[in-house]
């Protein structure tokens, strides 16, 4: 059992040197009136993926949007607390800067540009590099995701793994240094789920892309993750190692589905059981 | 009937649809990525125009680089507008910002006006020949190069569109202003962007109808005509715009052509295009390529 009392900052994982992105105590507001999050802290470090789990409105997504300043986009606020890069503080900087910057979103719901082709859009991911290289990454795309080259029409008519496909590689065509993946699992099939986290993890070992993910699929985050944090009202209630939080009781019991036998059948289960909180 | 002049007036109407079309292009990337309805169109080329007859009668510069620095001075002043009167509107209603666009026509309509007078006036002689024979039919060479100009800019406004960082970053923009900002593209830019390209390609449709009819206040109404060609094609297709462009053209000219010959009611050049808009308002509203759902004015 982890110790589940909530820290300022958790330290990074066995990382002596300083993280790459470092999350502390931000507060954020909606609006001026709407609190979302209070207090999160979260690092990742250099080349790591970590895995910010959570119920539905605990924050995970504000929190991605914070750090990759979308937020300011949906009138939302970093009003406390700091978001620090590679050791420079982040928050409040313009999306569009951030991105240069070497931050990257994949947005919930791949939000790809459909009335574009699915080179078009790859080719809109390399917006901010001015290389002569995008050609050579085009083809490094492809050879993640094969079947995305065969793909000639409009993004709109893709299906939804190959949009899921397609928003990734439109990710890693800005030569990021940390991806922030927003449910990348939502509404894809099981099979298709597998696949992608695949390649999450490939991106990450092969190109050495450092990982936030957030993910309702408790399980399969926590396969690809080094390390995991556990969200609930605005506030990071748990973290740990990925494995020591899949071994975690109460993570268990709450984002992966039951434990132990009596619960394989849900016959028995007269009512449901109520989501133990830690706040 | 008179085949020959109904050839000719075919030809001046694809001639002068052209033109349209490219004003109506203008138009609608403004409006695509944007979403300001700019009433202030016709007024871009009106400017254009007198900026290019001062430079070359006043400076006395050639006309390619008097040309040119009309271009300069159109892509300032599309950004100085976008920055100054059209970026503290964001997030105003539909109708002050169509408010502002009106006011902003009405300025400079006044301005030109005051500047330069009220009457006319010719552009110094470009060309050696003034006009050309094609096919038996005596074009003016401003017309032929007109043609070639607009043909020109949609051939550029394709390419830009397909092929080029920016042109993809505007497309991104129209399509979801909250995903172009997530892939590093800054939205106020495209912004002024899209008002600066428009301010150019206006002007030089302007300056090319300037050469043949002298400037005069008399430019604006291209904005006017620019509604029938647009919500004809639908006011976010830039190719729709181009055909609009083109069949008003036609259509006007046609109507000249019918009313020469049997109505003799003397103004159906000017007045075809907006019957024509009123039907095509009432059997399609979304024109021949616009989305549906897309706000109507």
């Known amino acids: ?279 | 009937m008179d085949g020959t002049l109904l050839f000719q007036l075919t030809l001046n109407g694809l001639i002068v649809g052209a033109l349209y079309g490219v004003v109506a292009m203008s138009f609608v990337l403004i409006y695509k990525a944007s979403q300001v309805v700019n009433f202030a169109q016709g007024e871009f080329l009106l400017v254009g125009a007198w900026m290019c007859w001062w430079f070359l009668t006043e400076w006395q510069l050639p006309f390619v680089i008097g040309f040119l620095f009309t271009l300069v001075f159109m892509t300032l002043f599309g950004i100085i507008l976008q920055v100054v009167v059209l970026r503290p509107l964001i997030g105003e209603p539909v109708i002050s910002v169509i408010m502002a666009t009106i006011g902003m026509g009405i300025f400079f309509q006044a301005l030109m006006k005051w500047i330069f007078g009220v009457f006319a006036k010719p552009f110094p002689p470009v060309f050696t020949a003034e006009r050309v024979s094609v096919l038996g039919l005596e074009v003016q060479t401003a017309y032929l190069l007109s043609l070639g100009i607009s043909v020109a800019i949609m051939a550029g406004f394709g390419w830009f569109f397909r092929y080029s960082r920016h042109g993809l970053a505007m497309r991104a923009t129209a399509f979801d202003q909250q995903v172009a900002q997530s892939l590093g593209i800054s939205v106020p830019r495209v912004f002024a962007m899209s008002w600066a390209i428009s301010a150019v390609v206006s002007a030089v449709a302007g300056v090319t109808v300037g050469m043949v009819n002298g400037v005069s206040s008399a430019l604006s109404f291209y904005g006017i005509k620019v509604f029938p060609a647009v919500i004809l094609g639908g006011l976010d297709s830039i190719l729709g715009a181009v055909l609009g462009g083109l069949i008003v053209g036609v259509l006007e000219n046609l109507a000249q052509y019918v009313d020469s010959q049997w109505l003799n009611w003397g103004n159906m050049y000017q007045v075809a295009p907006f019957y024509a808009l009123l039907l095509i308002l009432l059997i399609k509203p979304y024109g021949l390529f616009g989305t549906r759902n897309i706000e109507r004015i």
């Open chain 1, 1 to 279: 059992m982890l110790d589940a009392v909530q820290r300022p900052a958790p330290a990074a994982a066995a990382q002596p040197a300083r993280p790459l992105l470092e999350v502390s105590n931000i507060e954020v507001v909606y609006s001026d009136v709407i609190l979302v999050l209070r207090g999160l802290s979260l690092s990742v470090p250099q080349g790591g993926i970590a895995a910010l789990l959570g119920a539905n409105g605990a924050g995970k997504s504000t929190t991605l949007k914070a750090i990759s300043g979308l937020l300011k986009t949906e009138e939302g606020e970093v009003t406390r607390g700091e978001v620090r890069f590679a050791g420079e503080r982040i928050d409040g900087i313009d999306p569009h800067e951030i991105v240069r910057r070497g931050i990257f979103q994949v947005m919930e719901g791949r939000r790809i540009v459909a009335d574009m082709t699915c080179l078009e859009n790859l080719r809109l991911g390399a917006f901010t590099r001015r290389d002569g290289e995008v050609r050579q990454d085009i083809d490094m795309v492809y050879s993640f995701f094969p079947r995305l080259k065969e793909r000639t029409g409009l993004a709109g008519y893709l299906s939804g793994g190959e949009q899921q496909m397609l928003a990734i590689g439109r990710a890693l065509m800005a030569r990021p240094k940390l991806i922030l993946m927003d449910e990348p699992s939502m509404g894809l099939s099981p099979l298709l789920v597998k696949e992608v986290f695949g390649i999450i993890r490939r991106i990450n070992t092969e190109l050495g892309v450092t990982i936030l993910l957030v993910e309702q699929n408790a399980r399969m985050a926590l396969s690809v993750a080094d390390y995991g944090y556990v969200m609930e009202q605005g506030k990071v209630v748990l973290d740990g190692t990925a494995e020591s939080l899949a071994a975690n009781e109460d993570v268990k019991e709450f984002y992966l589905g039951g434990h132990g036998a009596e619960r394989k059948s849900f016959r028995n289960l007269k009512s449901y059981k109520r989501r133990k909180r830690w706040l």
